[in-house]
């Protein structure tokens, strides 16, 4: 069972609620039309709520209930079951780009054929051991969910931003430039770490989608307790129909490019469940070949 199935059942169980408040209605009518009145219509009208909370409350105890019990149960073995596998491949995972590199520097190494081979084999090595980071990040974020851990407290958004920055312009042979547009009293509050994590993945994506020379924004403003924070690309953008589906784990619009720049596939998964933990809200708008807009919305001053 997935979500798209609570879904439809949430939908199934609004539409049976729906039905017997309209029966409500048209009971009343019906009272009404036959020359009902008074206090004899309120008591018809209270049997029909009466009634028609029964019939709610069943569908919920019997029906949902079960449903929703048994997807949780799945959705936790899911989480335990992918924590405890990328645990174990931590370890032959580095083992095996240690005998690679190992490798590289011995005669094997020096043949032009065996070192194109050892170059492919520590390539997907290393997006291997990515792949297994990230899990291992989904799944500590997910558990934080229910055993809080992490640290919250102001931070200023200028210098977090600046951070991100740092990291992303170390492997910037593109010469994309970045710009911060905020004021620079804004604060965010959260965990520096993880939102570190979260702007970092949405400013290698966007270093990733973008075309050499092109401008990287950093934008804030504050509504209300709420700062809105955004990293905004002039890159290749995103056709509407993708959008729903981008946060999802391991979705890629174009594998074979995601692949080629090394996407793991779960950056923006990553990026949504640390805004869920912070209670806040991600939004993305995006233009086929004018860019790809990322909002996120956190408590802030």
């Known amino acids: ?23 409500c209605g048209l009971i009343i009518i019906i009272a009404y039309l036959c020359g009902l009145q008074g206090g004899a219509c309120v008591a018809l009208l209270l049997l029909a709520l009466i009634v028609s909370a029964v019939f709610s409350y069943a569908a919920v105890r019997f029906f949902m209930s079960p449903a929703w019990d048994k997807f949780t149960k799945i959705e936790k073995s899911r989480s335990r079951f992918v924590a405890n596998v990328s645990h174990e491949l931590k370890t ?6 240690g005998f690679i590199e190992t490798l590289m520097q011995t005669e094997i190494g020096k043949d032009a054929e065996s070192a194109k081979y050892l170059d492919i084999v520590l390539r997907q090595s290393d997006r291997l051991n990515a792949i297994v980071n990230d899990l291992l990040m989904l799944s500590r974020i997910e558990e934080n969910e229910k055993q809080p851990e992490f640290k919250f407290e102001y931070i200023p958004v200028y210098d977090l931003f600046r951070s991100v920055i740092q990291q992303v312009e170390a492997i910037n042979e593109k010469h994309i430039k970045f710009e911060i547009e905020i004021l620079p009293s804004m604060l965010v509050y959260g965990n520096a770490g993880l939102l570190e994590q979260c702007f970092l993945n949405l400013a290698t994506n966007a270093y990733r989608y973008s075309d ?14 709420t700062v809105r924070l955004s990293v905004e690309d002039e890159g290749y953008g995103i056709e509407e129909k993708y959008l729903p589906r981008i946060f999802e784990r391991f979705y890629r619009i174009d594998k074979a490019r995601s692949r080629k720049l090394g996407g793991t596939g ?24 004018h860019g790809s807009k990322f909002f996120v919305f956190l408590k802030g001053r």
Do not use: C
């Open 92 to 97: 032959p995972i580095t083992s095996i780009k």
């Open 1 to 23: 069972m997935n979500w798209q199935t609570i879904k439809n059942l949430n939908k199934y169980y609004t539409a049976f609620f729906l039905s017997h408040f309209l029966l």
């Open 266 to 289: 779960l950056g923006l998964a990553i990026v949504k469940h640390i805004v869920l933990l912070h209670r806040g809200k991600i939004d993305v708008t995006s233009m086929v070949g």
């Open 212 to 225: 050499p020379e092109k401008t990287v924004y950093f934008r804030g403003d504050r509504q209300g307790n």
